[in-house]
């Protein structure tokens, strides 16, 4: 069965750090992968995602993934975190057509200025 | 455009009572689907649909109804509510049936006493 996981609920950096969040997916085929952002209170919001081609993805806000098929990830990541970055990230695969997506667990983001 | 809006925002139920939460779209998409997000558990869908009239279990769908009588609707049904189903719901909607970017909704916060 697919899934995803992605191995630290939390994370803390300090503003003007580096980033990367982890995500590992177990899918059969070739996957679609996605990273969404949810702000407190707010709906999700997509910040990139692979289909094929370039294994290294840009997306909005800065960011960056890198799909290894290899090690079967799909790592987000942000040469400069900035205090409005602080949210919680979520990846996701797609699963069976249609946009069925299913959602890693999410990583909290805390950003210390 | 408004988006992807949902109603009510927050809600309070007793268990066995019932409810139906709300979602529109205004962008003629397609594909419309219902999340709940527990901690520690991501988002998981509930209940999916590629169109008017047509509808589909998602992963969660126990104790859940939906119909979609037109494009822009996609109301979710509690026929009698359990604690169980205290969570965050999410609609979402995406334009065809590849893997095109889910708009989501704000959220409505349901608590089941």
């Known amino acids: 069965a697919q899934s995803v996981t992605q191995p630290d609920i939390h994370i803390t950096v300090s503003e003007g750090a580096s980033l990367e969040l982890r995500c590992n997916y177990s899918?059969?085929?070739?996957?679609?992968l996605f990273w969404y952002v949810q702000s407190p209170g707010q709906g999700l919001q997509l910040l990139l995602k692979y289909f094929s081609g370039d294994t290294l993805v840009q997306g909005i806000k800065g960011f960056e993934a890198e799909f290894k098929r290899s090690q079967s990830s799909f790592n987000l990541r942000k040469p400069s975190v900035h205090w409005s970055d602080a949210a919680e990230y979520f990846c996701?695969?797609?699963?069976?057509?249609?946009?069925?997506?299913?959602f890693g667990a999410g990583t909290r983001l805390a950003v210390h200025p | 455009n408004a988006g992807v809006t949902q109603t009510p925002k927050f809600q309070v139920l007793k268990t066995g009572q019932s409810m139906t939460l709300q979602c529109a779209q205004d962008m003629n998409h397609e594909y419309m689907s219902w999340y709940r997000q527990d901690p520690g558990m991501g988002l998981r869908l509930i209940h999916y649909?590629?169109?008017?009239?047509?509808?589909d279990q998602g992963e969660v769908p126990n104790g859940y109804n939906v119909s979609r009588s037109t494009t822009e609707d996609f109301p979710l049904r509690l026929l009698s509510a359990a604690p169980s189903q205290t969570s965050v719901y999410f609609c979402?909607?995406?334009?065809?049936?590849?893997?095109?970017?889910?708009?989501f909704g704000p959220g409505t916060r349901l608590t089941v006493l």
């Open positions: 899918y059969g085929a070739t996957p679609y």
């Open positions: 979402a909607s995406s334009p065809g049936q590849t893997y095109n970017e889910q708009f």
């Open positions: 996701a695969v797609g699963s069976g057509g249609y946009n069925k997506l299913i």
């Open positions: 649909s590629v169109g008017a009239g047509i509808t």
